[in-house]
């Protein structure tokens, strides 16, 4: 299973962006999926994430600005983000909860740079 994340750039303070992230390879059950981010210097942190049920969770300074959704017939999760500021610029990287077999793992994508720069 690989998760194949895009739509990450350089955009101004204020401005929006949208990130999608497809899962691919062999059969699998989408449990979860979502971001986590990281910045130089500091821990991963959860952005967002989202299950089968639509139930979503957010990071604390995202709430309000990033809204997690997903297309699972597609195997795909998008984060919309909008009102970027600075403390925004950061790899994000996709996640994703999935079955192969009986159990579910853990899956992570290769990350995605999202700079937020006047």
């Known amino acids: 299973v690989q998760l194949q994340a895009s739509g990450g750039g350089l955009v101004q303070p204020g401005e929006s962006l949208r990130l999608s992230c497809e899962a691919s390879?062999?059969?699998?059950?989408?449990?979860?999926m979502g971001w986590y981010r990281q910045a130089p210097g500091k821990e991963r942190e959860l952005v967002a994430t989202?299950?089968?049920?639509?139930?979503?969770n957010y990071g604390d300074s995202m709430k309000g600005r990033f809204t997690v959704s997903r297309d699972f017939s597609k195997n795909t999760v998008y984060l919309q983000m909008n009102s970027l500021k600075p403390d925004d610029t950061a790899v994000y990287y996709c996640?994703?909860?999935?079955?192969?077999?009986?159990?579910?793992?853990?899956?992570w994508g290769q990350g995605t740079q999202v700079t937020v720069s006047s």
């Open positions: 996640w994703g909860r999935l079955r192969v077999g009986i159990r579910p793992n853990t899956y």
């Open positions: 390879g062999g059969h699998f059950v989408i449990n979860a």
């Open positions: 989202i299950n089968s049920a639509d139930s979503t």
